[in-house]
């Protein structure tokens, strides 16, 4: 796998990670917590979102689904 695209999967693993961990963030949380661009986190959220494991209950929180996940 182009070490890249690994970097990024394990950045939104983390990501889902601390937000499951947690319960509701806000899009500034994790911008703080990841030391990133707000720009690159709601990327990694809308990878997320695409794939149903996290759903903004309102602007700018984020929490899981209750979707299966399995983490290796």
């Given amino acids: 796998m182009n070490p890249s695209t690994d970097r990024m999967l394990n950045r939104v693993k983390a990501i889902y990670l601390y937000i499951h961990r947690k319960g509701t963030v806000t899009t500034q ?3 703080d917590e990841f030391d990133m661009t707000q720009r690159t986190i709601q990327r990694d959220l ?3 979102t695409y794939n149903k494991l996290v ?3 309102s602007r700018g929180k984020w929490t899981t ?3 299966k996940v399995k983490v290796s």
């Fill in 29 to 31: 949380e994790l911008v």
């Fill in 55 to 57: 759903k903004s209950p």
């Fill in 65 to 67: 689904t209750n979707k």
């Fill in 46 to 48: 809308n990878i997320l």
